[in-house]
Structure formats: C-alpha cells, structure tokens
Nanobody, 118 residues
Framework: QVQLVESGGGLVQAGGSLRLSCAAS????????MGWFRQPPGKEREVVAT????????TYADSVKGRFTISRDKFKNTLYLQMNSLKPEDTADYYCAVSKVPPLWNYWGQGTQVTVSA
C-alpha cells in the first residue's frame, strides 16, 4: 500500500498562485504514474493533470492547460502541482493519486481544499 499526504491547499485571490505537494510513502516501488484530480462543489471528479513517474511525460485537462504545471521529484517520492492565474472555477477539493497498473488509479490521498475568491 501507498500512503499519500498532501499539503499546500488554501485560500487565494483570483489571479494568484498556489503550489500543491503530495508526498508518497510506504510501498512506493512500481509507481507508473501520478496524477492530480479535483472535484468542484456540486460537480463530478475530473482529472487535472498526470505525469509518468519514469519519463515525466505529462497530460493536462483543457481547462488548466497553460496555467498549471505538474511535476515530480523521484528522489523524494513527491508530486507537485503549480497553479498559476487561478480562477474562481478552480475552486475544488484536490486529490493526488498513484497508478501502478494503468489505467487504474490504485491509491488516493485525503484531499486538500483550494478556494479561489474573486
């Protein structure tokens, strides 16, 4: 099992920036990809960005393309999400996840709340 501990959520004004972190521990060997997901109030969960653990290949949702950057530190087993030019529509609970057997997301973090005010 993999444990995921997130940090960096909070309240920010529109146009501002936040950096989310997700530290993985436990059975971290065999991680193929990590990703960030979010669930806005009253909406379904959606994928925000993904990154392959080995090569660092990334994907982004259209809604965050050009504003968010996903990265990982393989030595620290830590995932990051740099969020710039934040909009009120980015308000959501953000979750990090680990995939050991794509396309399944096998492990999930506890979530961290991001609120963007106008």
């Amino acid at each position: 099992q993999v444990q995921l501990v997130e940090s960096g959520g909070g309240l920010v004004q529109a146009g501002g920036s936040l950096r989310l972190s997700c530290a993985a521990s436990g059975r971290t060997s065999g991680m193929v990809a990590m990703g960030w997901f979010r669930q806005p109030p009253g909406k379904e969960r959606e994928v925000v960005a993904t990154i392959t653990w080995s090569a660092g290949s990334t994907t982004y949702a259209d809604s965050v393309k050009g504003r968010f950057t996903i990265s990982r530190d393989k030595f620290k087993n830590t995932l990051y999400l740099q969020m710039n030019s934040l909009k009120p529509e980015d308000t959501a609970d953000y979750y990090c996840a680990v995939s050991k057997v794509p396309p399944l997301w096998n492990y999930w973090g506890q979530g961290t709340q991001v609120t963007v005010s106008a």
